[in-house]
């Protein structure tokens, strides 16, 4: 049997059977409940779903960030054969920024108000020198490291004046383009982009990631988009991982992806998109998705997907490689698995 | 012509002076009758004066230059009695919904207050039956809401409710500023399905400001396209979206990402918007400094408003079109939507 | 096209450089300044004209007559009342009368105490103020600095286990008013244990001085009473702090600064406690601003010899001036600490301007 853990020999990072809980007094919520994906060296790849359907705690996750009631509940990260899950924490410390940064959502409030741009990159920097040389002020005199922040501020289209403003000096486009300066600045292998322009218009949202698309390009790092909007994912990255409640439906390149969907929930997705060519107005998802609480048995989609049958509320679907590099996790194609 | 519901006549608005003064709406003028009930987009990137029309509209600012008249009257000059039929038929939706709620209070207290203040119900039942009317109207289930505290409401919830509020008072037209941009893409759409329904049922008629070009493409008729406080396209919004005639608008269209393979949206390379701008753009056109097209002309003075085939255009590439004379405000833009389109508001706009 | 001249278009730039920011602050302060002068000339008006308002005879005058009626006993006092009555006296033009007395104001010349002249108000000010000063000030200032450090372990997800059992003795510590932990510390400590002593800023019979046994006993009188307020006020800024911390802990800006990699120290200090602190200093600005009307219950308690004890004798024996004089101080303090707050916030929250208001 073929199964997502076994996609590709050279992977930057390997995510198997990830398990991700949230002990709420109401219960338990499985935000991420078994999910496998590969990162490839310098590859861009996404992951899409509706709100809710876990994509920021697989974000936060792989930067070892769950805070209480949250845990890992399971599964292993694999960066180069090293288990992040594993990983005692000061260990962990000196992976996140230096070795897989994040741009964490909502990256319009990321930047402490009270602090320049200048030292809220230096911090990050000397936090890991000091870790390195195990000195207490590094190795690097200040002139040296302010020039470094001008270079860093300047590869992200910034001016090195912005290195003496305040978070609220800057508009909604600068402060991300500080947060990519940040994410990159140790030239991590792996970034982590959840959400970074969701709250922008087009206009700075296209100049955003033409700027973190040239950096990755630069680092020859590997990006890991998050989002909702399947428009941006076709433009943006070359592989793309399709979630729904907490679990992934379907992964496959981008291309392939957009011109035939496998999974039921795929093709919801892409033909809900709106068109400008198109006469009708709104197409909406069908259904809700359905309470974290208590999720449906069998395959999580089956309430809501149009071509459910027998198996899909009694038996979970497996994550399945059922053409080269097209992952699905749907009965449909429980025959047409390759060997 | 009978006098317009809401209308503003050359407003402009200064925040702050001296040297540190923003011209947030410069010389805009627009008028929305109520013989039909229609929906105008207000669209632009963020700062491009959205809001600070929606405030002037409601009359929580006063213009610095030019009037806005409630049915004839300026604002500032209205009578107590026409005050209150203005705080009535002219409502207002919010980017926040979490802005409008007292943690404290029930939701009910949020919905009987209108009832109340604007003394619309003769009875207690009466009241109980308008609210649980209102709130299946914008598809919520009434003994699922009532008698809940805000915190125990999704975000969705709290914006249906707040327009199942303002459906309350009956308006006339309703301003909403960005009313989805913070809730969830797939409850998106059933907020503005609500909107629409409120729309064709009870003829209100919607100002509804986005930065969303998708929404004001999926429900709006008439679009207008603000940059940096000046109107820079207006037309029918699926005439303005499909054949974008001025710069910027195409600028906006083309930036939108698309699941065509074919777009290369990474590749165009756009200038910034760049912040302080110095004055010398401002004399002309405040696109010149990022237009592809720019002509010596357009530094010099402000293009005025063309009418070209299907949009009025604040562009000299239109130069060759006949332009909107100051103070004509005979061009409709519902005229322009032709016959395929349902909407004749008398949607006015000049320059 | 109206004519505006030469407007900025777009969000507006400012200047980052240091003379462009000290212009601005100048301006500001002297606006704000202004606005403190305007504050205590109000009060000053207002004790002026407040009691001449009064229907009937004015307060002041028929206390005089009082005094002068049972005169007799202090040598002198006739004297005051006529000069009184000479200054404001009847026959004068209500706004002469309001000059002078403005101008008696300027100078801090509150006249004479009735009660215990021939001293002057002023004088009964200088001497009770630094008592008050020494037990208020610094038991909200250790208060504020052990309240809020502890407040922030206790939102601190990561602090001790352990610490969280702080959460309850803080809260049933800010519900005692301190005046009554006062008398529950006085019945154990000083009445039936004897460890300090019952009341008094210092032992009856010794006089005031600067020498090292004076201060020893000062200090021993002070503990009770300092403790009191120390114990009632740190739950306050603890619950206030550890509020802010669990609200500063959800912002983005805390997550990011952990997927920086910062050590935990670094967080706790430059991001949360940073940021919590700042609500928290304008309730240290208004504590300090209130510290003499919140002197009165504590001090009155503990037999303490300050501002408090002088302001509640004052007002037992109608002695108008002295009430008046402490009023008007009252009315000083909270404009002044409001007004360093306002010059020194920008300092701490770059995202206050002088510009604005
Ligand atoms: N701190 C938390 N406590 C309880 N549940 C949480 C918490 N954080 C996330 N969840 C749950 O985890 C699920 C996934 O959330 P999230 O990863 O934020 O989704 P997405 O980023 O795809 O919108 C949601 O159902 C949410 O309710
Ligand atoms: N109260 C205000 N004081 C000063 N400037 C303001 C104020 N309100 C808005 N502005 C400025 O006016 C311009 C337009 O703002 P706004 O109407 O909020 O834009 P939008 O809603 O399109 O984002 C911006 O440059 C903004 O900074
Ligand atoms: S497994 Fe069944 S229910 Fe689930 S998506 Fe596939 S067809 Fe639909
Ligand atoms: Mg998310
Ligand atoms: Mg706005």
Known sequence: ?339 | MTTPLLELKHVTKVFGHGEGATVALSDFSFAIGEDAATIVAVAGESGSGKSTLARLMLGFISPSAGEVRYRGTDLRRLSRAERRNFRREIQAIFQDPFGVYNPFYRVDHLLTTPIKNFKLASSRAEARRQIETALATVGLNPGEILGRYPHQLSGGQRQRITIARALLLRPRLIIADEPVSMVDASLRATILESLLTLNREFGISFIYITHDLTTAYQISEQLIILYRGVVAEAGPAKQVIRHPQHPYTQLLIRSIPTPDPGQRWMEEVVASSGEGTDAAVWQGCPFASRCPHVMPMCQEERPPLYLTEGAAVSCYLYRESPTIEEGDLTVTLGALAGAGSRGNGSITVGS | MVAISQPQVGRQTRSRSATALRRPFVRYAIRRVGVFLLVVWAAATLNFFLPRLAPGQDPVRARLGTVLAQGGSVSGIEEMVATYNEKFGLGEPLWLQYLRYLGDYARFDFGYSLASYPARVLDLIGNALPWTICLLVVSTVIAFVVGTLAGALLGWTRAPRWLGHLFMPFLTLSAIPYYLLGLVLIYFLAFRSRVFPLSGGYTVGTEPAWSWEFIQDAVTHSILPALSIVLAQLGFWALGMRGMMVMTEGEDYMTFAEAKGLPPRTIFFRYAIRNALLPQTTSLALALGGIVSQAVLVEVVFGYPGIGTLLYNAIKGFDYFLIYGIVFLVIVTIGLTTLILDLVYPLLDPRITYQRQ
């Open chain 1, 1 to 339: 049997m073929t199964t997502a853990t076994t996609q590709t020999a050279a992977a930057t990072l390997r995510v198997e059977d990830l398990r991700v809980q949230f002990h709420t007094p109401r219960g338990v919520v499985r935000a991420v409940d078994g999910v496998s994906f590969t990162l490839r060296p310098g590859e861009r790849f996404g992951l899409v779903g509706e709100s809710g359907s876990g994509k920021s705690t697989i974000a936060l996750a792989l930067m070892r960030l769950i805070k209480p009631p949250g845990r890992i509940a399971g599964g292993r990260i694999l960066l180069e054969d090293e288990d992040l899950a594993a990983l005692p924490e000061d260990a962990m410390r000196s992976v996140r920024m230096a070795r897989i940064a994040l741009i964490p959502q909502g990256a319009m409030n990321s930047l402490n108000p009270v602090m320049r741009v200048k030292q809220q990159i230096i911090d990050g920097i000397l936090a890991h020198e000091r870790e390195r040389s195990g000195s207490r002020n590094g190795s690097r005199s200040k002139r040296d490291l302010e020039e470094r922040v001008a270079e860093l501020l300047e590869s992200v289209g910034l001016r090195r004046e912005v290195a003496e403003r305040y978070p609220h000096e800057l508009s909604g486009g600068m402060k991300q383009r500080v947060c990519i300066a940040i994410a990159i600045a140790l030239r991590p292998s792996i970034i982590i982009a959840d959400e970074p322009t969701s709250a922008l218009d087009v206009v700075v949202q296209r100049q955003i990631m033409q700027t973190l698309g040239a950096v990755q390009a630069r680092l020859g790092a590997s990006v890991l988009l998050i989002g909702h909007d399947m428009g941006l994912m076709a433009q943006f990255v070359d592989r793309v991982g399709v979630m729904y409640g907490g679990k992934l439906a379907e992964i496959g390149p981008t291309r392939e992806i957009f011109a035939e969907p496998l999974h039921p929930y795929t093709q919801m997705l892409i033909s809900s998109l709106p068109s400008f060519d198109r006469e009708t107005s709104f197409v909406k998802l069908a259904g809700q998705p359905h309470s974290p609480l208590n999720p449906p048995s069998g395959c999580v989609f089956h309430p809501r997907c149009p071509r459910a049958f027998e198996p899909c509320p009694a038996r979970v679907p497996v994550l399945r490689e059922v053409r080269p590099d097209r992952f699905v996790s749907c009965h449909l194609y429980d025959g047409a698995v390759e060997s």
